[in-house]
C-alpha cells in the first residue's frame, strides 16, 4: 500500500522514458467509447463512463475487451441530485466514484462512493472536503484531489488537497498544501485529470490549456514528483492522461492547426518529451488511459478503441 505520511518532495523520476514511442497493436469494438455527458476512462482493463449525473441515480457502466457489460446505478440516502466528477474501477471490478450530492433543502454534501455488484454502495462522506477527481491504486485504495469548502466558498486555512483513503474512508494520509498551488480553479473546476498504474498515482493538475498546471506523481516508495505541466501554444489543449508501467504521457491536441501530439516525462531533462507513435497511420486525438504496458485511445469511429503498446 502507498503511505503518504513519508511522501519527499523530488524532481526525479524513477523511470526512464527518454525516446519513449507508442507501437500500434491492435483495435476493438467497445461501443461505450462513444462519449455522452463525459469522456469515458480506461481502468483497470474496463471503459468506463457515467450517464445521467446530476440527477437522482446515476448510473455507471463498464465494459471489457470481451465485451463483457456491467452497470449500476448510485443511489444515496436523501440525495435529490448527485453529481459525478470522478469515476474510476478495480482491479477487482469495484466502481469508485466521487462528487457531491444534494438534499431538498439544498444541503451539499461531498463523497466517495464504492460499488460492488448489485450490492448497495458504501459511502465515504468527506464533508468539508469535496473530492472531484479519483484514481485507485492497484492495491485498492482510493485517492481523491479537490478543495475544502464552507458555505460554498474555499477555506482560507491551508491544508492538503491530495488525500489517501482505505476502502472503509479511513484517510491513510494526505499531501500537497493548498498553498503550493497557485490557483483553486486548477483544482476545483474540474480540469485535473488523475489516473493510476501498477504502484503509482498519477494527478495533472490542471487547467486543460494556458499556463499554471503541475503534474504531480505518487511512486511506489512514497517519493511525490512535482513537474511543471505541459508547454502548450495557444490554441492547445490537454486531453488525456496515462500512466503505464514505465511510462506518463499526456495528449495535446491544437484546435487551430488541427494537430495532435502525445508527450511523455523524460527524466534526465525533467520534461515533457514528444513521444512518436509507430505502426499506425494516423493520429491520436486523446488517450482514455494506459493499462499495463498499453494505451488506449479513440479508433476510426465512436464504437471502436485502439491499443498501442508503451516502448522506451
Not at 10 to 27: H, I, M, N, P, Q
Not at 44 to 49: D, I, Q, Y
Not at 232 to 245: F, M, Q, R, V
Not at 275 to 283: H, I, L, M, Q
Request: aromatic fraction near 8%; charged fraction near 20%.
Amino acid at each position: 500500500m502507498l503511505k503518504v505520511g513519508r511522501l519527499l518532495l523530488s524532481c526525479e523520476l524513477a523511470v526512464v522514458c527518454s525516446a519513449a514511442s507508442l507501437r500500434f497493436e491492435k483495435d476493438a469494438v467497445i461501443p461505450m467509447a462513444a462519449p455522452t455527458e463525459e469522456l469515458p476512462v480506461w481502468s483497470w482493463g474496463s471503459m468506463v463512463r457515467v450517464q445521467r449525473s446530476n440527477t437522482a441515480a446515476p448510473v455507471v457502466s463498464a465494459l471489457d475487451e470481451s465485451g463483457s457489460l456491467t452497470s449500476v446505478t448510485l443511489k444515496l440516502p436523501d440525495a435529490y441530485r448527485i453529481v459525478v466528477s470522478g469515476l474510476t474501477r478495480g482491479r477487482d471490478g469495484v466502481f469508485a466514484l466521487s462528487g457531491w450530492s444534494a438534499d431538498d433543502s439544498g444541503r451539499l454534501a461531498g463523497f466517495i462512493a464504492l460499488i460492488a455488484g448489485q450490492d448497495p454502495p458504501r459511502v465515504i462522506r468527506t464533508n468539508p472536503y469535496f473530492p472531484q477527481n479519483i484514481a485507485m491504486a492497484d492495491d485498492g485504495s482510493l485517492w481523491t484531489v479537490n478543495v475544502v469548502t464552507t458555505d460554498g466558498r474555499e477555506v482560507k486555512t491551508d491544508y492538503n488537497v491530495l488525500r489517501h483513503y482505505d476502502r472503509t474512508g479511513t484517510l491513510l494520509g494526505s499531501a500537497i498544501p493548498r498553498s503550493s498551488i497557485s490557483e483553486g480553479r486548477y483544482i476545483s473546476d474540474g480540469t485535473g485529470r488523475m489516473a493510476a498504474c501498477l504502484g503509482r498515482i498519477g494527478w495533472y493538475t490542471g487547467p486543460h490549456s494556458g499556463s499554471g498546471s503541475e503534474y504531480i506523481e505518487v511512486q511506489p516508495d512514497g517519493t511525490i514528483l512535482r513537474l511543471p505541466g505541459v508547454t502548450l501554444s495557444k490554441y492547445e489543449s490537454i486531453t488525456g492522461l496515462a500512466l503505464t508501467n514505465s511510462l506518463s504521457l499526456v495528449s495535446v491536441q491544437d484546435t487551430q492547426a488541427h494537430k495532435r501530439r502525445i508527450v511523455a516525462v523524460d527524466p534526465l531533462t525533467r520534461r515533457w518529451e514528444p513521444v512518436s507513435v509507430e505502426n499506425f497511420g494516423g493520429s491520436i486525438p486523446w488517450i482514455y488511459g494506459g493499462d499495463g504496458d498499453r494505451v488506449v485511445a479513440p479508433g476510426n469511429d465512436l464504437n471502436t478503441v485502439n491499443f498501442f503498446r508503451a516502448l522506451k
